[in-house]
């Protein structure tokens, strides 16, 4: 539940939303709102509690605005769990209207779309989500496949899960860990088909730029649509760490150490970002 209304938060243009990986390095410890705020670098905090009964289930979600500790709003959602996915868009809804922040229509209507009518598709999903979290090289990635392939056989129309599974076969032709060719032509009939039914979503573009850079290795080329997807989406994380790449597999050094520290803001405890700064700074040494 988390997961999705960070990411449903992270749509909003006007917002600058940290990463789950982050804002998961406070959950469960005592430390006051206002010292993690300040170490994360935001204004409010979003803090709840789930609690499961049967097929039902209530969520508690507050709105803490960090510098006075004040509680802009509250509320609670007692619902079936089939109603999960529309209580994570309500509770974001609600957000962007305590922040007064308005909402495109395309971004309003992505936010009242169910990703998949499969709860066991879900559940896989969340698995790859959670081995994608931290570097696992072929072996990590594998393993994702494993997972979201069967996820798109038991829903062949959970888009989010289609892009990271494409993305999932072009990491493995990027390590060389594709001898026969089988993720490269499974990468590219999956993109294929992503963009013939989801043609002008954010998501289909993401898996084609991604494609661009895992694929094709095209880094130029894949910055340019990566630069094109942050006009749209600027705080995404994905799109900023795959910007950062880009401009050192071009040689850009202090264009990567800029894009480098800009992608650390939104996930700060990353240690794949932060490693990426690392980098940078040595880079801008030379």
């Not at 990463?19 to 993690?36: C, D, L, T």
């Not at 959970?158 to 390590?175: C, Q």
């Not at 954010?202 to 084609?208: D, H, K």
């Amino acid at each position: 539940i988390t997961e999705d209304i960070i990411t449903e938060l992270s749509r909003f243009r006007d917002l600058f939303v940290i990463s789950r990986n982050s804002s998961f390095k406070y959950k469960g410890r005592p430390v006051e709102v206002s010292k993690f705020a300040r170490e994360l670098g935001v204004q409010y905090v979003v803090e709840g509690s789930v609690r499961k009964a049967g097929n039902r289930v209530r969520i508690t979600v507050q709105l803490i605005d960090a510098e006075t500790d004040r509680h802009v709003w509250a509320e609670n959602y007692d619902r079936k769990l089939d109603d999960v996915f529309a209580i994570q868009s309500e509770i974001a809804l609600a957000i962007a209207d305590q922040l007064k922040i308005s909402l495109a229509p395309q971004i309003e209507a992505n936010l009242s779309e169910r990703p998949t009518s499969s709860n066991a598709a879900y559940e896989l999903y969340l698995r790859a989500l959670a081995i994608g979290r931290s570097w696992g090289g072929p072996p990590g990635f594998r393993s994702t496949i494993e997972l979201l392939e069967p996820a798109i056989q038991l829903d062949p129309q959970f888009l989010v899960a289609h892009v990271l599974l494409s993305e999932a076969h072009g990491r493995m032709h990027w390590l060389r860990a594709d001898p026969d060719g089988y993720h490269l032509t499974r990468a590219r009939q999956l993109v294929a088909d992503i963009a013939a039914r989801w043609p002008g979503r954010l998501e289909a573009e993401l898996a084609q730029a991604q494609l661009t850079y895992n694929v094709d290795q095209d880094y130029a080329r894949a910055l340019q649509a990566f630069e094109a997807l942050r006009a749209r989406a600027p705080n995404h994380p994905v799109i900023l760490s795959f910007i950062s790449a880009c401009l050192k597999r071009e040689g850009h050094y202090e264009a990567f150490l800029r894009a480098s520290r800009a992608a650390l803001a939104v996930d700060p405890e990353s240690p794949g970002r932060l490693g990426d700064t690392a980098n940078a700074l040595l880079a801008n040494l030379r």
